[in-house]
């Protein structure tokens, strides 16, 4: 099966730092998400971004599917930005909606 | 717009006991997913539906647990009997799926259900 990678595992950032995410994944995907896991647990959609660039606000995604990653930026980060970032990814041959998540990268914003 | 409804939100049982999770998807939405979320194994997907009718369920753990969609309003997840090993929080979501493809579209995720098996 398609194997997603996400670095680092942990981040711990004082508030106001930039920082960049990134999820590797092993085969082309026709879907590819980023998620925000709260402290509450709520899985809060961020990015729905198979490739090119969006952005909301201080966050921003690209996605090169050609080589296979994708990048989360967090601009001027704030507490409330703390908790797990998850990227999930669906293989084009899947063709199922079946995602499959990575481990996602453990934020943690001091004030 | 109202998102993926989930309940109970939480939900404390002894082990053997039947479990019964609900989920109403996003109106107009017709694919739904069930997943669980594990410290060990992170997200999984257990079941999907499309159209109410499940499309893949290799991910469902083994016999004890069952998934139904009656409607396209609403979805069971059910585990009987239950065991300490199943306490884990249980997220539901919906996508607008396209007729020729059940992917290309984002999936929107309830708040989950945080189960704990005594």
């Known amino acids: 099966g398609i194997q997603v990678e996400q670095s680092p595992p942990d981040l711990i950032l004082q508030e106001g730092a930039n920082s960049t995410l990134r999820c590797n994944f092993s085969?082309?995907?026709?879907?590819l998400q980023w998620f925000h896991q709260n402290p509450w647990g709520q899985l809060i959609n961020l990015f729905y971004?198979?490739?090119g660039t969006k952005q909301n606000g201080r966050l921003s995604a690209t996605t090169v599917a050609t080589e296979r990653y994708s990048l989360l930026y967090i601009s001027s980060s704030q507490t409330t930005d703390s908790g797990v970032y998850f990227c999930a990814v669906e293989r084009s041959s899947s063709n199922t909606g079946k995602l499959i998540f990575g481990q996602g990268t453990t934020l943690q914003v001091k004030p | 717009d109202a998102g993926v409804i989930q309940s109970p939100r939480h939900e404390v049982t002894e082990m053997g006991q039947e479990v019964t999770l609900r989920c109403k998807p996003i109106s107009g939405h017709n694919s739904l997913f069930w997943y669980r979320q594990t410290m060990m194994r992170g997200l999984e997907l257990l079941i999907y539906?499309?159209?109410?009718?499940?499309?893949?369920d290799s991910g469902m753990p083994e016999d004890r647990f069952s998934a139904k969609m009656p409607n396209a309003s609403f979805s069971t997840l059910k585990i009987q009997p239950s065991e300490p090993r199943d306490s884990a929080v249980y997220f539901c979501?919906?996508?607008?799926?396209?007729?020729?493809?059940?992917?290309?579209?984002?999936?929107?995720f309830g708040d989950g259900t945080r189960l704990s098996i005594l």
């Open positions: 971004i198979p490739s």
């Open positions: 539906f499309n159209n109410n009718v499940p499309i893949d």
């Open positions: 085969d082309s995907v026709n879907n």
């Open positions: 979501a919906s996508s607008l799926a396209h007729r020729q493809a059940y992917s290309n579209q984002p999936q929107h």
